[in-house]
Each structure stands twice: as structure tokens, then as C-alpha cells.
Antibody, heavy 121, light 106 residues
Framework: EVQLVETGGGLIQPGGSLRLSCAAS????????MSWFRQAPGKGLEWVSA???????FYADSVTGRFTISRDASKNTLYLQMHSLRADDTAVYYC???????????????WGRGTLVTVSS | EIVMTQSPATLSVSPGERVTLSCRAS??????LAWYQQKPGQAPRLLIY???IRATGIPARFSGSGSGTEFTLTISILQSEDFAVYYC????????FGGGTKVEIK
């Protein structure tokens, strides 16, 4: 079955760090274009970070310098390392696969169920 | 940044009705638009991409139209399982989402 399963969310104090994981099955993470999105409570969807099949990485301005996207081919897993967390980083974080990244069509054809990150003291 | 505006914010409808949701882009995005459905506590699900192409497994009652700056998602006969929030997303210039339209039971 083709799916994505996120783990690693939780309650963290402001200024803290957290690493999210996204285990993929049914396809190869390193062979495609992947991304992280987030959704603050009661709000809409926001792009966070992306990684291309060749390894290039991209970040939203709001997380640049604080978040790092990476992947482990041997574990077929995508990661999001988050540092210097702030209250406005509180959200459900979704791992996602671009449907046609090779042709620069950045729609998402596969989403994980998400993991909640709560930044609060 | 391309701003996506969805209207209305909330739509109250009865099962069996025809539903039309609108999405407007702040500049020309050609046909680089996707629609997603999101139910409470669930991840979004891709419905439409390329403005009018139904994703795999999406029922024919969902259809998309438009190009340039004006787009529409139509649900021909609303089913009980279609009550959800619907988002549009442009991918002509990276990625931005609309604020969503909630389709609720009347």
C-alpha cells in the first residue's frame, strides 16, 4: 500500500527542538519530490519545506534557518528537523508527495495523516 | 506571491443539491490549479489537478473548470460524505492555497 506515516510530534517549549519523521511505503522517497506542509489549529494549509529527487532543498521564509528537511534512503524516510521553535509553529505537520515534480507540477497526490506539534510553555 | 481567494467561506447545502465553489487567483496561473477535500481530523485528499483532471479514484460527480484567474469546483449531486472543507491550490508559481470553503449541512 502506498502511504506516508508521520511521527515525532508533541508538546515542546518555545526555543526547543523536535524532529519529525515520515515513513513511506509503496514508493521510494529518494526517487521523488517530497514536502512538508502544516496547518495551524482552525487555519488553512501552508507549505513549509521541500526536497527534490536530486537533493535540492527549499524552505518557506518563516522557517528558513530554523528547519532542515532531509531523507534517509535506507529507511525510506523523510525528516524535518525543527529548531528554535515558536508558538506560531504550532500546527499539524503533514508529509506529502508531489504528484508530478519532474514536470514542475506541484500538486500533492499523497498526504500523510499528520502529526501535531504544540509549542507552549 | 500569488494570492488565492475562495468563495464563499461557508456553504450550507442539502444532500442531493448541486454545489459550485469558486477560487480566484491574483494573477494568471494558466491551468495550474488543484482542488483538495479535507474532513475533520484527516489529511487533505487530491480531487482535481490541472484545473479539470480528476485524480485517481475520484467520483465523476466532482468536476473542475476554469483557467487563468477564475476556477470552479462543482459537485453535481452532493452526497453525505462530501461535507468537508475544500481548498484550491495554485502551482504555477510555486505553491499557495486558498483559505478554504466549508460545505456544511443545511
Amino acid at each position: 500500500e502506498v502511504q506516508l506515516v508521520e511521527t515525532g510530534g508533541g508538546l515542546i517549549q518555545p526555543g526547543g527542538s523536535l524532529r519529525l519523521s515520515c515513513a513511506a511505503s509503496g514508493f521510494t522517497v529518494s526517487g521523488t519530490y517530497m514536502s512538508w506542509f502544516r496547518q495551524a489549529p482552525g487555519k488553512g494549509l501552508e507549505w513549509v519545506s521541500a526536497i527534490y529527487s536530486v537533493g535540492s532543498t527549499f524552505y518557506a521564509d518563516s522557517v528558513t534557518g530554523r528547519f532542515t528537511i532531509s531523507r534517509d534512503a535506507s529507511k525510506n524516510t523523510l525528516y524535518l528537523q525543527m529548531h528554535s521553535l515558536r508558538a506560531d509553529d504550532t500546527a499539524v505537520y503533514y508529509c506529502a508527495r508531489f504528484g508530478d515534480g519532474y514536470n514542475f507540477n506541484w500538486y500533492i497526490d499523497l498526504w500523510g495523516r499528520g502529526t501535531l506539534v504544540t509549542v507552549s510553555s | 506571491e500569488i494570492v488565492m481567494t475562495q468563495s464563499p467561506a461557508t456553504l450550507s447545502v442539502s444532500p442531493g443539491e448541486r454545489v459550485t465553489l469558486s477560487c480566484r487567483a491574483s494573477q494568471n496561473i494558466n491551468s495550474n490549479l488543484a482542488w483538495y477535500q479535507q474532513k475533520p481530523g484527516q489529511a487533505p485528499r487530491l480531487l482535481i489537478y490541472g484545473a479539470s483532471i480528476r485524480a485517481t479514484g475520484i467520483p465523476a460527480r466532482f468536476s473542475g473548470s476554469g483557467s487563468g484567474t477564475e476556477f470552479t469546483l462543482t459537485i453535481s449531486i452532493l452526497q453525505s460524505e462530501d461535507f468537508a472543507v475544500y481548498y484550491c491550490q495554485q502551482y504555477n508559481n510555486w505553491i499557495t492555497f486558498g483559505g478554504g470553503t466549508k460545505v456544511e449541512i443545511k
